[in-house]
Structures are given as C-alpha cells and as structure tokens.
C-alpha cells in the first residue's frame, strides 16, 4: 500500500515554464487537496476536490490549475510559473465517509529562478 | 470563516519538562486532528479527535478536545529530544465540501 505518490521531489523552473505535478493515492478516498508551505509557516490550501470531476478552489488558487479525472489522480499545473510560487507542495488524501485523517505525500520542493 | 490559532508558535524545552501546546478555533467544529512535521520531511498524523471530552494518548503525547471551548490541548510529558517537530493541529469545516482549516504550527525544540 503505496498511500499518496507525488512527482516529482524536487524541480527547478525558470519564470515563465510550465510543470505538473503529479499525485497518485491508491487509499479510495474520496476527498484529495493541494497545499503549499512557504519557509516557517503553516499549509495553505491551493486547490481541493470531493471527488473524481469536482474540484473547488482553496486559500490561494491564482496561478495554479487542477483536474480530477479519476478517483486515484490529482494533478496540480502550473502555468508561467513565478518566483512567489517557489514552496514546498503537498498533495494530501481523506476519506470524509469515514472521516479519517489525511494523508499526506511527501512534498516536491519547487524553486522559480 | 473558521479560523485556527496555535500557541505558542516556538517553544524550547529541556528534556524532561513538561508543557502544553494550545490549539483554538472560531466556530464550531466536530474533528480536530494534530500533525507533526520534522524538518524537511512530509506531515505525519498524530491523533483525531471527534467528540467533546476526546483524549487520546501515544507515548509522552496527550491530545485533548473540548468542543464547547473550542480548544484542544497537546500535552508533552517528560520531554524527549526525539519529540523536536513542528506540531500542527487542524480543524474541520461544517457544511458542504468540508476541508481542514490549519492552524500556523508549533516549532518545538527539546534540548539535553
């Protein structure tokens, strides 16, 4: 049982590239989320989805696109990446019919130079 | 809008002290979860709580929730060196499309 697989762990971008990043669970939950956590500071959630085909915005979508096609992936795009998106992302998984916790993967560290 | 607070947000401790992170949220809420992070690494679930008067306990950790006063409570006893982590807690919406509302974290180091 693999729990939540981002890709990749780290990346550098120029401004302006575009990148996905991926994440896979392989848990069943329903509920998936994308964050970021800048140095010292807590989680901000980018985007999230209740499900395959519904996905919501969260604190701080700008610059940031999502899509839920099935139940095991959550990809997370970046389009003209900028130096203010340099963070550590985290793609999490719960499922809210049980109310479990979430799970979290183990973060892609992205740098915009 | 719920809103989550956690104090304090640093802490140093000597090891075998004892010490209480504090977790307040907003509005009303039926799960509070508690996270610990270490640095670099990814976040790791340490306790949920889902009813008032919840406590539960792993180790020299205790985490407690009091729904009516919206609090909940990280008790460390005995303080170990190992127990150096950032400690978040987490708080769950009501209504549609739940999601976890985060408070800023505890950074909490533990000295010989």
Same mark, same amino acid.
């Given at each position: 049982?693999?729990?939540?697989?981002?890709?990749?762990k780290f990346?550098i971008?120029?401004?302006?590239?575009s990148? /996905?990043?991926?994440? /896979?669970q392989?848990?069943?939950?329903? +509920?998936?989320y994308? +964050?970021r956590?800048d140095?010292?500071m807590?989680l901000?959630?980018? +985007? +999230?989805?209740?499900?395959?085909?519904i /996905?919501?915005?969260?604190?701080v979508?700008?610059?940031?696109?999502? &899509?839920?096609?099935? /139940?095991?992936?959550?990809?997370?795009?970046?389009?003209l990446a900028?130096? &203010?998106?340099?963070?550590?992302?985290?793609c999490?998984? &719960?499922?809210r019919?049980? &109310?479990?916790?979430?799970?979290?993967?183990?973060?892609?560290?992205?740098?915009?130079? | $809008?719920?809103?989550? $607070?956690?104090n304090?947000?640093?802490?140093?401790?000597?090891?075998?002290?004892?010490?209480?992170i504090?977790?307040?949220?907003?509005t009303?809420?039926?799960?509070l979860? =508690?996270?610990?992070?270490?640095?670099?690494k990814?976040?790791?679930?340490?306790?949920?709580?889902?009813?008032?008067g919840?406590?539960?306990?792993e180790?020299r950790?205790?985490?407690?929730?009091d729904?009516?006063?919206?609090?909940s409570?990280l008790?460390?006893t005995?303080?170990?060196?190992?127990?150096?982590?950032?400690?978040?807690?987490?708080v769950?919406?009501?209504?549609?499309?739940?999601r976890?509302? =985060?408070?800023?974290?505890?950074?909490?180091?533990?000295?010989?």
């Open positions: 049982n693999a729990g939540v697989t981002q890709t990749p990346r971008l120029k401004i302006g590239q990148m /996905t990043l991926q994440c /896979t392989d848990m069943n939950h329903n +509920y998936m994308w +964050y956590q140095p010292g807590g901000k959630l980018i +985007y +999230y989805s209740v499900g395959a085909g /996905t919501d915005k969260g604190e979508p700008n610059g940031y696109n999502v &899509s839920r096609s099935t /139940t095991e992936d959550f990809p997370l795009r970046l389009e900028a130096p &203010s998106q340099t963070s550590v992302y985290f999490a998984s &719960s499922d019919r049980r &109310s479990t916790e979430a799970f979290f993967g183990q973060g892609t560290r992205l740098t915009v130079v | $809008e719920l809103k989550v $607070e956690q304090p947000l640093f802490l140093s401790m000597q090891e075998g002290k004892n010490y209480t504090y977790c307040n949220y907003s009303t809420s039926d799960r979860y =508690w996270y610990r992070q270490d640095p670099g990814s976040l790791e679930s340490l306790f949920v709580l889902l009813s008032n919840a406590v539960k306990q180790g950790l205790m985490a407690s929730l729904t009516k006063a919206r609090l409570t008790h460390i005995a303080a170990v060196h190992d127990l150096s982590a950032t400690y978040f807690c987490a769950l919406t009501q209504g549609n499309n739940r976890l509302i =985060w408070g800023l974290g505890t950074s909490l180091a533990v000295n010989p």
